[in-house]
C-alpha cells in the first residue's frame, strides 16, 4: 500500500524554523518527483513546493521562496521541508504529496495521485 | 496562471446533477487540469486528470470536460457521499501547480 506520513508539525513562535518530514513507502520514492502543499484553516489548497526525483530541480511557491527548502533522502524513501522565518500566515497543515505522470507525447503530464494525512504547523507568539 | 470556481456553494438534492465550473485566466492545456475530491478532516483525492481520465477506483457518475479556459467537473447523479469540497488545479510547464478556490458541494 502506497503511504506517506508526514511528521514535525507543531507550535512555534514567528521567525522561528521548523522542519517538516514525509515517509514513504509502497512505491518506488527515487522515481517520483514530490511536492508539498499546504492548507490554511477555512481555506483552500496552496502549492507550497516541488522536486523533481533526483532532488536535482526544485521550485517554490512566491510566498516561501528564501525561506523554505524542499530537500529528499531518497536512500531513506523521505522528503523534507525546511521552514525558516515563520510567519503567522505559514500557520496550515502541511501535505506531503506524490506526483503521479502520464505520458502523452512528447512530454509527462503531472498531478497529485496521493496525499499524506497531513501535519499541521501553527506560528504564533 | 489563475484558476476561478464556480459557484462557491452548490445545494443540491441527493439524486441530482451537479455541474461545477473552472476557469482559468489563460489557455491552459486540458492535459494539466486535474480534480480533487476533500471531505472535511481528509486529505484530498485525486478524482480526474488531464482533464477527463478518471483516477482508479473513481465511479463513472464522475466525469470532467473543457478545453481552453473553461472546464467542467460533472457528477451525474449524486450520492450522499459525493457532498464535498471540490477543487480544481492546473500544472504549468514545470513541477509548479495553482489550485482553484474550490467549490463546496453542500446537500439541500
Known amino acids: 500500500e502506497v503511504q506517506l506520513l508526514e511528521s514535525g508539525g507543531g507550535l512555534e513562535q514567528p521567525g522561528n524554523h521548523l522542519r517538516l518530514s514525509c515517509a514513504a513507502s509502497g512505491f518506488t520514492f527515487s522515481s517520483n518527483a514530490m511536492s508539498w502543499v499546504r492548507q490554511a484553516p477555512g481555506k483552500g489548497l496552496e502549492w507550497v513546493s516541488s522536486i523533481n526525483p533526483n532532488g536535482g530541480d526544485t521550485y517554490y511557491a512566491d510566498s516561501v521562496k528564501g525561506r523554505f527548502t524542499i530537500s529528499r533522502d531518497n536512500s531513506d524513501n523521505t522528503l523534507y521541508l525546511r521552514m525558516d522565518s515563520l510567519r503567522a500566515e505559514d500557520t496550515a497543515v502541511y501535505y506531503c504529496?506524490?506526483?503521479?505522470?502520464?505520458?502523452?507525447?512528447?512530454?509527462?503530464?503531472?498531478?497529485?495521485?496521493?496525499w499524506g494525512n497531513g501535519t499541521t504547523v501553527t506560528v504564533s507568539s | 496562471i489563475v484558476l476561478t470556481q464556480s459557484p462557491g456553494t452548490l445545494s443540491l438534492y441527493p439524486g441530482e446533477r451537479a455541474t461545477l465550473s473552472c476557469r482559468a485566466s489563460q489557455s491552459v492545456s486540458s492535459s494539466y487540469l486535474a480534480w480533487y475530491q476533500q471531505k472535511p478532516g481528509q486529505a484530498p483525492r485525486l478524482l480526474v486528470y488531464g482533464a477527463s481520465r478518471r483516477a482508479t477506483g473513481i465511479p463513472d457518475r464522475f466525469s470532467g470536460s473543457g478545453s481552453g479556459t473553461d472546464f467542467t467537473l460533472t457528477i451525474s447523479r449524486l450520492e450522499p457521499e459525493d457532498f464535498a469540497v471540490y477543487s480544481c488545479?492546473?500544472?504549468?510547464?514545470?513541477?509548479?501547480?495553482?489550485f482553484g478556490q474550490g467549490t463546496k458541494l453542500e446537500i439541500k
Open positions: 488545479q492546473q500544472f504549468g510547464n514545470s513541477l509548479m501547480f495553482s
Open positions: 504529496a506524490k506526483l503521479g505522470a502520464w505520458w502523452l507525447r512528447p512530454k509527462y503530464y503531472y498531478y497529485v495521485d496521493v
